[in-house]
């Protein structure tokens, strides 16, 4: 147990053994503000190979969500969004406080696939979100009878755009090994 110990003291920053003790005049001079921010901007954006969710494992109803190729960006400009997260009391009620805003954001999923035991390749297709928004959440008791201490407010402008089959280069690729013929042709 000792080396265990020793090995977690190891692992600890040193910023952390520095701490000092404090009495009790000195802790009442110490003010604070609980709660936390979250500020993104990125002028490359966020980009994922893969993304996997793994439910039930190891029993039959065992099953894997993955999205491919998923990327988040400004959709030619930075990416930019604000969370702010409080908790808090106001002496009477509660407060749970989550607000956050975000500027034109798009979301693009490559391939989205569920995977089971008896499936093990399931195309759900490909996903874009488009959008930029706001949420705003205050909650001062959910269950609230009166009807006015709880608030949700949730402004997206955007697109979803959804396809669902192959895309225009595997389909030539089939129709010029003749896998795939057109039921009829375009013209323009």
Do not use: C
Not at 87 to 116: K, Y
Not at 154 to 168: E, H, P
Request: hydrophobic share 35%.
């Amino acid at each position: 147990m000792a080396s265990k110990t020793f090995s977690l003291l190891l692992a600890m920053p040193v910023s952390v053994l520095a701490l000092t003790p404090m009495d009790d005049a000195g802790l009442s001079q110490v003010n604070g503000r609980d709660g936390l921010t979250v500020n993104l901007e990125s002028s490359s954006g966020i980009n994922a190979e893969s993304l996997t969710w793994e439910t039930d494992e190891g029993t039959a109803q065992e099953a894997l969500t993955r999205l491919s190729d998923v990327s988040l960006d400004g959709n030619g400009s930075n990416l930019s969004a604000s969370w702010v997260m409080d908790v808090s009391h106001d002496g009477t009620d509660p407060l749970l406080s989550i607000q956050s805003q975000w500027g034109l954001t798009r979301l693009i999923m490559g391939g989205m696939s569920i995977e089971t035991l008896t499936n093990t390749s399931s195309s759900m297709g490909q996903a874009a979100l488009y959008s930029q928004g706001s949420l705003n959440f205050i909650n001062r008791g959910i269950f609230d009878n009166d009807g006015n201490k709880a608030k949700l407010a949730f402004d997206l402008n955007g697109d979803w755009i959804y396809r669902q089959g192959w895309a225009r280069e595997r389909r030539n690729q089939f129709r010029k090994s003749g896998i795939y013929q057109p039921v009829y042709n375009r013209s323009g």
